[in-house]
């Protein structure tokens, strides 16, 4: 069964720092392409980025590039998001999902997500 | 990008009954390469995480039951739902797939009438 299971959420003032985290299993995690997306009220859906499955390829939304870096750990089963220069508007529940390829930009497995929160 | 635009914001449907959702993209996301569109539909029921059940624009996801259908091609596309049961209330989202940035609609609700 597959499972992406995220972490490391929480409040974090503007400016600030935060890394996310997302445990795979279930699957070879090292065969595919996995995202990082984001939902708020306020811009629903919103993908953020893209690493392939040897890190070769990355790309990153323009609302995040420059501040946020994507990383994956394939003998760890694990991607990151080290998320800096934190902005109020990054407030948003973020999932990663599995792409259905190495290099797939279609999301076919969404984990729980974690809440980002941005404030003073 | 491309602009994903959903059409109704919200619909309520009768049990058993039809629901079709549209989208429409700002740019064509058929690929002359493949012949493929590359647009996707996901579920996003209350309280759950999002949820594939379309590809390539009418290819269900495994374990999707078969009222699901995607349809269209090109810039204008349905997610139609043929008969509509109580596990079906959520949100829909399309999503097209042909290149990054990703982007998705702004999202349908389906409730029960």
């Known amino acids: 069964e597959v499972q992406l299971v995220e972490s490391g959420g929480g409040l974090v003032q503007p400016g600030r720092s935060l890394r996310l985290s997302c445990a795979a299993s279930?699957?070879?995690?090292?065969?595919?392409?996995m995202h990082w997306v984001r939902q708020s009220p306020e811009k629903g859906l919103e993908w953020v980025s893209l690493?392939?499955?040897?890190?070769?390829?990355?790309l990153y939304a323009d609302s995040v590039k420059g501040r946020f870096t994507i990383s994956r750990d394939n003998a760890k089963n694990s991607l990151y998001l080290q998320m800096n220069s934190l902005r109020p508007e990054d407030t948003a529940i973020y999932f990663c999902?599995?792409?259905?390829?190495?290099?797939?930009?279609?999301?076919?497995?969404w984990g729980q997500g974690t809440l980002v929160t941005v404030s003073s | 990008d491309i602009v994903m635009t959903q059409s109704p914001d919200s619909l309520a449907v009768s049990l058993g009954e039809r629901a079709t959702i549209n989208c429409k993209s700002s740019?064509?996301?058929?690929?002359?390469?493949?012949?493929?569109?590359?647009l996707a539909w996901i579920q996003q029921r209350p309280g759950q995480p999002p949820k594939l059940l379309i590809h390539?624009?009418?290819i269900r996801e495994s374990g999707v039951p078969d009222r699901f259908t995607g349809s269209g091609s090109g810039t204008d596309f349905t997610l139609t739902i043929s008969s509509l049961q109580a596990e079906d209330v959520a949100v829909y989202y399309c999503?097209?797939?042909?290149?990054?940035?990703?982007?998705f609609g702004g999202g349908t609700r389906v409730e029960i009438k």
């Open positions: 390539w624009a009418s």
């Open positions: 690493i392939n499955w040897n890190s070769s390829r990355i």
């Open positions: 999503q097209q797939h042909y290149g990054a940035p990703l982007t």
């Open positions: 999902a599995k792409g259905s390829g190495s290099g797939s930009y279609i999301l076919n497995f």
């Open positions: 279930g699957f070879t995690f090292g065969d595919y392409a």
């Open positions: 740019q064509s996301v058929l690929s002359s390469a493949d012949n493929r569109n590359y």
